[in-house]
């Protein structure tokens, strides 16, 4: 039985136009950006890498869609540094009625490839950062941001590089300043799945789903 280790179920707005991004043995993929309303009010903004098969020029900027797909990771090499760039990889795509709740719905089962950055906030907010390795088809993985909190973040700080997790949660997107001179500051917009639970798997668990 084929374990699913990486599941995205998220809906929202079409916020762009598609953008070209690349082609596979005669395969066109666009990308765009897809508005995830939050229930504070907020959004997320986020990324969507799509086959032309799935939207044949069905769907337009306005439209309130629901994908089901996967998160995927790149390497993008520019200015000689490397950046790993996430994106929501779309398997399948519908029409959403307006009225339905938003999904942001992220379910994740890999390894920790790094050690865990562990902190307390001056308000003494616990936090950490966990960047975890998720297998998928022909020897790949993705490599992807996860950020927790409170209990969660006190458990991930216990955890070693090569332990097996499962999480749940959500993908968002976060705007921050960075400071590229004394003079000058640009905005850039991280994306990372927000951890609501994290479970640590052992051998016996992982043999029991084969």
């Known amino acids: 039985m084929e374990i699913t280790t990486n599941t995205?179920?998220?809906?929202?707005?079409?916020?762009?136009?598609?953008?070209?991004?690349?082609?596979?043995?005669?395969?066109?993929?666009?990308t765009f950006f897809l508005d995830c309303p939050r229930l504070s009010g907020a959004s997320d903004i986020l990324p969507v890498?799509?086959?032309?098969?799935?939207?044949?020029?069905?769907?337009?900027?306005?439209?309130?869609?629901?994908i089901n797909?996967?998160?995927?990771?790149?390497?993008?090499?520019?200015?000689g540094r490397t950046h790993l760039i996430l994106t929501i990889?779309?398997?399948?795509?519908?029409?959403?009625?307006?009225?339905?709740q938003a999904?942001?719905?992220?379910?994740?089962?890999?390894?920790i490839c790094k050690p865990c950055v562990y902190r307390t906030t001056p308000f003494g907010r616990k936090i950490a950062d966990i960047l975890l390795a998720v297998n998928r088809s022909f020897n790949k993985s993705d490599y992807i941001p996860?950020?927790?909190?409170?209990?969660?973040?006190?458990?991930?700080?216990?955890?070693?590089?090569?332990?097996n997790i499962k999480i749940s949660g959500r993908m968002q997107s976060r705007v921050y300043q960075k400071k590229l001179s004394e003079t000058e500051i640009i905005?850039?917009?991280?994306?990372?799945?927000?951890?609501?639970?994290?479970?640590?798997l052992n051998i016996d668990e992982n043999d029991n789903e084969n």
């Open 8 to 30: 995205a179920v998220i809906s929202g707005t079409i916020a762009s136009g598609f953008t070209f991004s690349h082609e596979v043995y005669g395969e066109k993929f666009f």
């Open 49 to 66: 890498t799509v086959s032309d098969r799935l939207i044949g020029g069905r769907y337009s900027v306005g439209d309130v869609i629901e």
């Open 69 to 79: 797909g996967q998160i995927r990771s790149y390497n993008s090499y520019t200015d």
């Open 89 to 100: 990889f779309a398997r399948d795509i519908r029409f959403a009625d307006i009225g339905e």
């Open 103 to 111: 999904l942001n719905d992220i379910e994740l089962n890999g390894f």
């Open 146 to 163: 996860c950020i927790c909190w409170g209990r969660n973040a006190v458990f991930a700080d216990s955890l070693d590089i090569g332990d």
């Open 187 to 200: 905005e850039k917009t991280a994306y990372e799945v927000s951890i609501s639970k994290i479970e640590l």
